[in-house]
């Protein structure tokens, strides 16, 4: 299971008194998820598909395909309940522009996907500093693969630059990850900028976000 960035985990909202309901929710993607849509309007081109990775519960997903209705959002995750709720998340919202959750795994050499690229933008929140660097190589891999000359591949969560971290909470927060799993922690962006080289990828665009994160945007080069 990729999981998401929280001091909480997400609950499900049949704990709440909802019956069947498989809706989750996260602390987190309700704090974060205004000031993430903000830089996505920014960024993203004006129609097309978006594909995105480890979608966690879904509220990402419903929440962005409806303030973007220009936009076809393809949410994957490679656990169950995620995509559990994701649905249930996606059924409630009513939207047309969002799809069913896909079972990816970015460790995979294809991601069920290839009959539907090239995408126009690839998103991935929160996820690769709470899975192994294969994911991180995965993932990049995949962009390569899948995304159209031009392309958008949007990563956000906590980051190092040059092995620093900005705040004293994020080298904690990497402590605990690696506490956790020793194949986990904060990834350095000169790190992922060279994954992205070898995937025709440049690093086109480092934006400051609340809580200490970052949101990094990849362009995939024409020629690649």
């Known amino acids: 299971m990729i999981e998401k960035s ?3 985990p997400p ?3 049949e704990q709440r008194g909802v019956g069947a309901d498989q809706r989750m929710f996260s602390p987190s993607a309700a704090r974060n998820a205004a000031p993430i849509l903000a830089i996505l309007q920014r960024v993203l081109p004006s129609s097309g598909s978006v594909l995105e990775i480890g979608c966690g519960t879904g509220e990402h997903a419903v929440s962005f395909a409806a303030a973007m209705p ?11 309940d995620a995509r559990a709720s994701a649905s249930s998340w996606i059924s409630f919202a009513d939207l047309s522009n ?3 959750p896909l079972d990816i795994d970015v460790c995979a050499s294809t991601w069920c ?4 690229a090239p995408f126009d933008v690839m998103i991935s929140l929160n996820m690769v500093h709470i899975a192994p660097w294969s994911a991180s190589l995965g993932l990049f891999a995949g962009a390569g693969r899948l995304l159209r000359a031009g392309a958008l591949l949007i990563l956000y969560g906590p980051f190092t630059r040059d092995g620093a ?5 994020n080298a904690a927060f990497d402590v605990s990850l690696k506490a956790r799993n020793q194949s986990w922690g904060l990834r350095d962006i000169a790190d992922l900028e060279r994954l992205g ?4 990828l440049v690093l086109r665009e480092t934006i400051e976000m609340p809580a200490n994160n970052r949101m990094l945007v990849f362009a995939k080069r024409d020629n690649a």
């Open 113 to 116: 996907v290839e009959q539907d």
């Open 197 to 200: 080289e070898v995937s025709g």
């Open 11 to 13: 609950v499900a909202l």
């Open 70 to 80: 220009q936009l076809t959002w393809r949410p994957s995750d490679p656990d169950p």
């Open 98 to 100: 969002v799809s069913a």
């Open 6 to 8: 929280d001091d909480r």
């Open 165 to 169: 971290h900005n705040a004293p909470s």
